[in-house]
Antibody, heavy 115, light 112 residues
């Protein structure tokens, strides 16, 4: 059974940093690209980053480019999202999703940016 | 960016009825490999999204065949035949042909 379990949830002040993790199981993690997608409260879905299976390419939404970094450790079956210079508009539920088409999603973690 | 326009924004249907949701993209979603990377997802209340259909018309694992997807180029439709109570939630179309990947604004399905 495919499972994606995010962690790193929390409340942080504007301008600070935070790192999310997503541990994958039930499939060969190193064979798949992975995404981070977020959902602000009561809003729709916003894709923010994708990393290729071998980390050879990374893509970002303009809203996070230069502030967020996606990475992975295939030896640990883990996807990461490092978030810097956080803003109030980054407040959202953050999901990791498997594959370019997002065939499986994690349960999500809430990131709240507020003073 | 590719804009995904979903209609209607909400639907209220009785159990057993059929419904259709439209998704139109601002650009063709045909990739250079000839495939069309348009997908449909359902976010049930309080849950994370689940992919129902991938590449226009392919059912995801475990998805009942009451769900079907059609369309091409820039115009796509999700049809739900014989709606059941478990089908309520917000439906999103998503394109993964072009970066940035983009989603429709969602269609909220309510059960009468």
């Amino acid at each position: 059974e495919v499972q994606l379990v995010e962690s790193g949830e929390g409340l942080v002040q504007p301008g600070s940093s935070m790192k999310l993790s997503c541990v994958a199981s039930g499939f060969t993690f190193s064979n798949y690209g992975m995404n981070w997608i977020r959902q602000a409260p009561k809003k729709g879905l916003e894709w923010i980053a994708l990393i290729y299976y071998d980390s050879s390419s990374k893509y970002y939404a303009d809203s996070v480019k230069g502030r967020f970094t996606i990475s992975r450790d295939n030896s640990k079956n883990t996807l990461y999202l490092e978030m810097n210079s956080l803003r109030s508009e980054d407040t959202a539920m953050y999901y990791c999703a498997k594959g370019a088409g997002g065939d499986y999603w994690g349960q999500g973690v809430m990131v709240t940016v507020s003073s | 960016d590719v804009v995904m326009t979903q209609t209607p924004p909400s639907l209220s249907v009785a159990i057993g009825q059929s419904v259709s949701i439209s998704c139109k993209s601002s650009q063709s979603l045909v990739y250079s490999d000839g495939k069309t990377y348009l997908h449909w997802l359902l976010q049930s209340p309080g849950r994370s999204p689940k992919r129902l259909i991938y590449q226009v018309s392919n059912l995801g694992s475990g998805v009942p065949d009451r769900f079907s997807g059609t369309g091409s180029q820039k115009d796509f439709t999700l049809k739900i035949s014989r709606v059941e109570a478990e089908d309520l939630g917000v439906y999103y179309c998503a394109q993964t042909t072009h970066f940035p990947l983009t989603f429709g604004s969602g269609t909220k399905l309510e059960i009468k």
